[in-house]
């Protein structure tokens, strides 16, 4: 679903991606849940016993709620793509991994303290 946010699709939704910005900010003042994300990649103990670290918990909850009322909108996938896209972008400004891999850290880095922050992407 992402990919197709960078695809000459996007004038088939009828609506320029710039009307998603308020859309955007609300998701932006989305009430933290724990979730998949906050259970799976937040300060957690693995099965293997090893402590994950790759986002903070106050992230991975607001990440969550953002991911589940992304899927509630009653909007074109197209949009929803963009939305989705956004997400992983902000993700990946607050994560706390180095490398090709994405291995995460022992300890915390600096950018992992930044509050998650939807921005529509570039299309």
Known sequence: MAAS???????????????????????????????????NYCDVLSSAGTVVRVWQPHNGQKADAIRDAIDKLQLPEQDKAVLITSLI??????????????????????????ELLLQLPPV
């Open 5 to 39: 946010c960078h695809t000459p699709d996007m004038a088939l939704t009828g609506r320029p991606t710039a009307d998603l910005a308020p859309l955007v900010e609300r998701l932006n003042q989305s009430k933290p849940k724990k979730g998949w994300l906050t259970t």
């Open 89 to 114: 972008l902000a993700l990946d400004k607050v994560d706390n991994t180095v490398g090709i891999q994405q291995a995460y850290l022992k300890e915390w880095c600096t950018r992992s303290y930044n």
